[in-house]
């Protein structure tokens, strides 16, 4: 199943590659790198929170 899946991607990359001279696969990537770069920033600034907080004092 992977290996059509993979062969699909290959071939509609080929073809816009040859088409539109990859004006679709360019913004695709572009899409995915944006919110790959969105997803880690809010990691950093969760992260960045969480070490801030003061611990809760037992008594």
Do not use: C, N
């Not at 071939?11 to 944006?34: C, E, K, M, N, P």
């Not at 920033?41 to 907080?53: C, W």
């Amino acid at each position: 199943m992977f290996r059509i899946l993979l062969l699909v991607a290959v071939i509609l990359i080929g073809y816009d590659a040859i088409a539109h001279q990859g004006s679709h696969t360019r913004s695709a990537w572009a899409s995915v790198v944006g919110l790959t770069d969105s997803a880690v920033t809010s990691a950093k600034q969760l992260g960045q929170e969480t070490r801030e907080e003061p611990a809760p004092l037992r008594p």
